[in-house]
Nanobody, 113 residues
Framework: VQLVESGGGLVLPGGSLRLSCAAS????????MKWARQAPGKGLEWVTS???????YYADSVKGRFIISRDNAKNMVYLQMNNLKPEDTAVYYC????????RGPGTQVTVSS
């Protein structure tokens, strides 16, 4: 089982990024998936989840700005991030939503002018 994130980078405040998560070794269509992030000096923070049946949930801090989606045919999960703020700076992780599930190595997102 492997998850690999991509798409991070440096972006200006107000900008957008799209993160991608490629899954292998299992089929995401039967799994709930999530994105989490860890800002410098802080703990891991849940950002958003998408259930196997399509239910979607967001942390209040990103609601209305971030959009999670999945492409079961490509075994991919995405995170569209709009109107980014400096406080969104963090390493972003894709993971299975279940306790003890697989997690990727993360991708750095830096929001700064």
């Amino acid at each position: 089982v492997q998850l690999v994130e991509s798409g991070g980078g440096l972006v200006l405040p107000g900008g957008s990024l799209r993160l991608s998560c490629a899954a292998s070794g299992f089929t995401i269509s039967t799994s709930a998936m999530k994105w989490a992030r860890q800002a410098p000096g802080k703990g891991l923070e849940w950002v958003t989840s998408i259930g196997s049946a399509g239910g979607i949930y967001y942390a209040d801090s990103v609601k209305g700005r971030f959009i999670i989606s999945r492409d079961n045919a490509k075994n991919m999960v995405y995170l569209q991030m709009n109107n980014l703020k400096p406080e969104d700076t963090a390493v972003y992780y894709c993971a299975e939503a279940r306790m003890g599930g697989a997690r990727g190595p993360g991708t750095q997102v830096t929001v700064s002018s």
